[in-house]
């Protein structure tokens, strides 16, 4: 039982590229999250999905996108990446609300 | 606006001491939830506050949930240097919908 995963662990982009941050739980939890976490600040909600098929924004959606094709997997596509994006993504899997996170993706924009 | 605002930011307290954290929210949520988050690393689950009057204790945390005053506390006692980390608690931001808002986290050093 892996529980929840992210890759990669860190990823460095040019302003402008594109990349899809990869999650998967393999609790058969309906709801997942993607989250950001800027230094000195908790954690920001960006998409959320309470089953395969649905999808809905968080509080700081603007430049992501995410689907959910399955149970297991809910990735966060970036579509054109901003200095401003600079932060690590935690993805979260949830049952009875309470929330199990993955290691998290450190991601820097240059 | 949903806010939830922690407080102190910050705790440096000494070993054996005991101490309070305060999470303040504006909904009218009654779940609360809170974490904790070692220094480079994910978040683990510490305890989950469902009903008015809860309270739920782990070793030397106890957490509790007033939501007709909208607080939570995360009492510490007699603190151990194992006890440092930050810790966040979150709302659920609409009731059933999980849509979780964070507080803004209580880093907390224990000294030896």
């Known amino acids: 039982n892996a529980g929840v995963t992210q890759t990669p662990k860190f990823q460095v982009l040019k302003t402008g590229q594109s990349m899809t941050l990869q999650c998967a739980q393999d609790?058969?939890?309906?709801?997942m999250s993607w989250y950001r976490q800027d230094p000195g600040m908790g954690l920001r909600l960006i998409h959320y999905?309470?089953?395969?098929?649905?999808?809905d924004q968080g509080e700081v959606p603007n430049g992501y996108n995410v689907s959910r094709s399955t149970t297991e997997d809910f990735p966060l596509r970036l579509l054109s990446a901003a200095p401003s994006q600079t932060s690590v993504y935690f993805c979260?899997?949830?049952?009875?609300?309470?929330?199990?996170f993955g290691p998290g993706t450190r991601l820097t924009v240059t | 606006e949903l806010k939830v605002e922690q407080n102190p930011l910050f705790l440096s307290m000494q070993e054996g001491k005991n101490y309070t954290i305060y999470c303040n929210y504006s909904?009218?949520?009654?779940?609360l939830y809170w974490y904790r988050q070692d220094p480079g690393k994910s978040l683990e689950s510490l305890f989950v506050?469902?009903?008015?009057?809860a309270v739920k204790q782990e070793g030397r945390l106890m957490a509790s949930l007033d939501t007709k005053a909208r607080l939570s506390t995360l009492h510490i006692t007699a603190a151990v240097h194992d006890l440092s980390a930050t810790y966040f608690c979150?709302?659920?931001?609409?009731?059933?919908?999980?849509?979780?808002?964070f507080g803004t986290g209580t880093r907390l050093k224990v000294l030896a």
């Open positions: 979260a899997s949830n049952s009875a609300g309470e929330q199990y």
């Open positions: 609790m058969n939890h309906e709801y």
């Open positions: 999905s309470v089953g395969a098929g649905i999808t």
């Open positions: 909904t009218t949520s009654d779940r």
């Open positions: 506050l469902l009903s008015n009057g």
């Open positions: 979150a709302v659920d931001g609409a009731s059933g919908t999980y849509k979780y808002i």
